[in-house]
């Protein structure tokens, strides 16, 4: 897979919907039919292989998506389908077949690089986003999803969330570097932290640098640093809170004038929804504090919000006693970053495994997950998919 | 003067050796001519009018500039020009010959807003920049100063620096709040602050917003924000000192990504050079500690380097004796902006003396100073003038 839409220097860039991406469809196709799963393509270009178990009960869905960012790795999403397709044919191969049939999944559009938002198949699947608002979406060049579905092929006839999995359970990389620094192992995640991105802005005054005395000049630069070094405080003080300052820009941004506006990004996160509402009840009073002692007038707009998901701790205890079982460390933890399977969770009880990426690199061609790790990870999705499926 | 180059909102645009500029000029030179005025243009452009005395001693100069910036006010240099020319008119209209003559001067490209660097024509005036480097200097279009100023018929034949005035004395609109805060007066002008510009670049590194927790980042947004706040708390412990933070750029700039690099601009002024020494070796402490804190690599480069100029005693307390004999109220103060006075200072014994600017503003069609105030600075020029002019 990783061969498709290789950059060069380590990573691929399949982005949804593009040429590379119906070539990494077409060749996830062809795998799934050489081990004899059931394909179907639903109307968002969700790829679904059914693997039949002895009853007709619910599946247990196995999956993630094999899009990639503009510049990415070879591990981020593509692992966890391919770990998926090797669960099916290992137990075909074993001629093993369990109680439940199990539903190897890649969703369509998951890194929302090309089409905005993200996680868009399983926002359809679940039913978050209407299809016809899904189809309407248009990349930078004004090519829509609907078109781009039907160019490439992709465009099925099935509806999407048409199967109800008894199950859902995501093998992916950590991206993030807490399982790499303890040398190694699989995370149990918990769940996908709440996140709040807000754009700031602060109105001060322009003046010279030169002329205006400290106490008579209403910074628009000072306040936004004060804000970034409280927000940098209240992580010291809220244990799992994270903050971050991506964005800043000054008008008019000269050298030898007092900045009149500031204009900031603002990433908070945190995995409970209460703590993190309380950390932006303290930001805010931080910020009247701000606003009184500089003289400026401070604006928070909203650009995303989701609230804390968290999983089914029967199949995060599932998760654990597989990697146990297989004799390897494995510790709890919550997901950074954003996932399809915190919106199957919504519908479906559901847990992800994470395996180590090496410093933590993501959405980098340097991204990189040790074999082993891949192994190991991929004998917790299967020891856990096994045990699913025999459920009753 | 205003009517030239009048942009519709109160403001001036007379770009250096601009159209306007010439326009400006011509006008400057009939003034001159009409109240019997003997006018020299130097190769450089600036523009000397004489007033005879009755005898031929150093004259004592009087000036500003004309040129303003690309949105600037009426009153920016024009006033120190105007009240020149008013105070030669006066003498003559009085029929007062003193003893030494009156030369006044308008510099050409004191703003240095179409043409760097600013306060030029001073500085080929005392030989600090040599013509033949004045000449090569480009403005944005490639178009020369040395082609511009033959465009518009003002590169003379006289060698700037052709005469060795007695003093040099500068009427000028403070561009700060101080004298309208405290209800208006002069200000007796003791010299120009020191300055200090830098270009600070932080590297850190880029991390995932969500997945990396706080202790591995290397955050440079958050170095450079902790540099500003210490640069506005050292503002506070140093009496005079101010700090500026007006251009400030996260890369890779996106919400979700921690900033691998930021980039930012210092002014820091101190009227007094050791002061400001002592404030630079002040925030090199504090950047060793924010890179070993932070992680992060601090490189500043210098953009502008000025020491502190003061002005000749002697001509600052003839200055405020003049305030005083008519009735007005006077202070001392610093001058935190740029002038032509600086450069001549370095030459000649020199002071400035200013006038209220209503609210500070500064580089802004706003720019305003009462006519009460006008008239008044105005008087002081004249009296300042009349005194030095009948010195031995």
Redesign the interface.
């Known amino acids: 897979m990783a061969r498709i839409g290789a950059t060069g220097d380590g990573g691929c860039r399949r982005l949804a919907l593009s040429d590379e991406d119906r070539q990494g469809r077409d060749r996830l196709l062809g795998w799934m039919r050489k081990i004899g799963l059931e394909v179907r393509i639903d109307k968002i270009g969700n790829m679904i292989g059914i693997y039949p178990g002895h009853t007709d009960a619910a599946p247990v869905m196995l999956g993630s998506h094999i899009d990639t960012v503009a510049s990415g790795g070879k591990y981020d999403g593509a692992l966890g389908v391919l770990a998926a397709l090797e669960t099916a044919e290992t137990l075909r191969d074993a001629g093993i077949s369990p109680r439940r049939p199990l539903a190897i999944i890649a969703f369509t559009n998951e890194e929302g690089s090309r089409f905005q938002p993200d996680i868009l198949g399983s926002c359809v699947w679940t039913g978050d986003t209407s299809l016809d608002d899904a189809y309407r979406i248009v990349d930078s060049e004004g090519k829509s999803i609907g078109d781009e579905l039907r160019r490439i092929g992709y465009l099925g006839d099935v509806e999407p969330g048409f199967l109800q999995p008894h199950a859902y359970l995501e093998l992916h990389i ?5 399982l790499d ?1 303890e040398g190694g192992g699989i995370g149990a995640v918990t769940g996908v ?1 709440a ?1 709040w ?1 807000s754009e700031i802005n602060i109105e001060g005054e322009a ?8 106490h ?1 000049r209403r ?1 628009a ?2 306040a ?3 804000l ?2 409280i927000a ?1 405080a209240l ?2 003080e809220i244990d799992g ?10 008008d ?8 009149r506006r500031a204009t900031m ?1 603002l ?1 908070l ?1 945190h995995p409970d929804d209460a703590t993190l509402s309380g950390a932006e009840r303290s930001l805010a009073t931080s910020i009247g504090e701000i606003e009184r002692q500089e003289r400026v007038v401070v604006e928070c707009k909203d ?1 995303a919000r989701f609230a804390a998901q968290p999983f089914d701790s029967r199949i995060i205890q599932c998760v654990e006693e597989s990697a146990k079982a297989l004799d390897l460390n494995v510790r709890r933890m919550v ?4 996932h399809d399977a915190q919106i199957m969770a919504t519908v479906t009880p559901t847990a992800m495994i994470f395996v180590p990426s090496v410093k ?1 690199l ?2 980098n061609p340097q991204e990189f997950t040790r074999d082993e790790d891949v192994v190991a990870g991929a004998n917790v999705l299967l020891t856990t998919a096994i045990r699913l499926a025999e459920e009753a």
Request: glycine share 10%.
């Open positions: 950590e991206q993030g570097p807490i620094a932290q996140l991105w003046n010279h640098a030169g002329t205006t005395p400290m008579y910074s630069s000072v936004a640093c004060r970034v070094m940098r992580t010291d809170l994270v903050a971050n300052v991506g964005r800043m820009a000054f008019p941004g000269n050298v030898n004038v007092v900045p990004t990433d996160r650009l997901s950074g970053a954003s933590g993501s959405h």
